[in-house]
């Protein structure tokens, strides 16, 4: 048995956590495509009874085709998706296809650590560690029980691993892959204020820089939780803001007010150079004007606004939709299409990995109106 993690196109930088842990658990190879795209369909070099395919609704189409494939070369073989613990990562959920390999295990620290030399896309990890390019991934817990309509992480079952297991993962990679930071993937990593406050002060002597890069809840977030991150060696923070209009906040079921979300901001801001904001463009009854608004209040606060776009679906993310990265596209009929891309456009500098990142936070709206609007 071998898996394989089809080319996604997103997040080339973060393995996919199902395949990691499952590889360990299962001690079998991985064929990485998202992080290692070329040379294509080397799975097909791998002759084996049984394949498993990690497929996730961004990538759908093409998990499909590597299980069609691999099966007209290898007509006995049986071709099974990945199934279990961990259903969405990066807001994506995971597909069971036709049959599958469920992973029962729950997440605990009943699980092995990920072993990364597994994947045959382990030397670029290793690379991009090394030089601090990428971060090490750290799944501390899963799960997010607020009710935001938007997120398809919404009204999930909250499951950790100890924070001491966490550290011993740290740890033991630190050793064996020499990397120097790290980030957490957690869905929400401060649903308990106290095991935020209790892996601050055990990571502490690590003495390694880390980021908290998916958003934090900035209604359980205070002064003592940032100090504690700061001086943990946390280098940023990243709050899910999605709107700064109380009316929009309130039908997305959001469960924070403005005045709670700006107060996070202020308070975030007096401790780190750099904050995150994730916005997004075309939420229901929103307009051009309130989501361009969201970007000054951005410039305002000086953080870094990460926009992505809304995608409406009552049954969940459409096959191979995308609303983030380079080739996502608008979706919602909130408001024009066009000006919901020029509004994408206008702020790709502030999303990680883009070669001008930050700059944006240095030109004034007036000019940006001007360049991309032409207002």
């Known amino acids: 048995m071998f898996i394989v ?32 795209p070329s040379p294509p369909d080397r799975f097909l070099d791998i002759k084996d009874n049984e394949i498993v395919i990690s497929a996730r609704s961004l990538n759908l189409s093409e998990a499909e085709r590597i299980g069609k494939t691999y099966r007209e070369k290898y007509p006995e073989a049986k071709v099974k998706s990945l199934s279990g613990f961990l259903d969405i990562q990066c807001c994506y959920p995971f597909i069971d296809l036709d049959d599958s390999l469920l992973f029962v295990t729950e997440f605990s620290d009943e699980f092995p650590y990920p072993d990364y030399e597994l994947f045959d896309s382990v030397e670029v990890f290793k690379k991009k560690w090394a030089r601090e390019e990428w971060n090490f991934p750290l799944m501390t817990s899963l799960g997010c029980p607020f009710q935001c309509v938007y997120c398809a992480s919404r009204n999930r079952k909250y499951r950790t691993r100890s924070v001491d297991h966490c550290i011993g993962e740290l740890k033991a990679a630190m050793k064996k892959w020499k990397f120097s930071s790290f980030e957490v993937l957690d869905d929400c990593f401060n649903v308990k204020k106290e095991r935020v406050l209790e892996f601050c002060e055990k990571v502490k002597p690590l003495k390694m820089k880390w980021f908290c890069t998916n958003g934090l809840r900035a209604d359980l977030f205070d002064d003592e939780i940032a100090r504690a991150l700061k001086e943990s060696d946390c280098a940023f923070v990243s709050f899910g803001i999605e709107s700064i209009e109380p009316d929009i906040l309130e039908s997305i079921k959001k469960g924070e007010t403005y005045e709670q979300l700006e107060s996070a901001v202020i308070i975030a801001r007096k401790y780190f150079d750099e904050v995150n904001g994730y916005i997004i463009i075309g939420l229901p009854g929103s307009s051009f004007e309130k989501d361009l608004k969201a970007l000054e209040w951005s410039k305002k606060h000086r953080i870094r606004a990460h926009f992505s776009y809304f995608v409406p679906s009552e049954a ?27 509004l994408y456009e206008m702020t790709k500098e502030m999303r990680a990995g883009y070669a001008g990142e930050k700059s944006l936070l240095k030109r004034g709206m007036k000019k940006l109106k001007k360049i991309f609007l032409g207002r």
């Open 5 to 36: 993690n089809p080319d996604s196109k997103v997040n080339r930088n973060i393995p996919n956590m199902q395949v990691a842990f499952a590889s360990a658990y299962y001690k079998c190879p991985v064929v990485d495509q998202n992080t290692r």
């Open 316 to 342: 969940g993310l459409p096959a191979d939709a995308q609303f983030y990265g380079e080739i996502a596209e608008p979706r919602s009929d909130a408001y024009p299409h066009e000006d919901q891309r020029r």
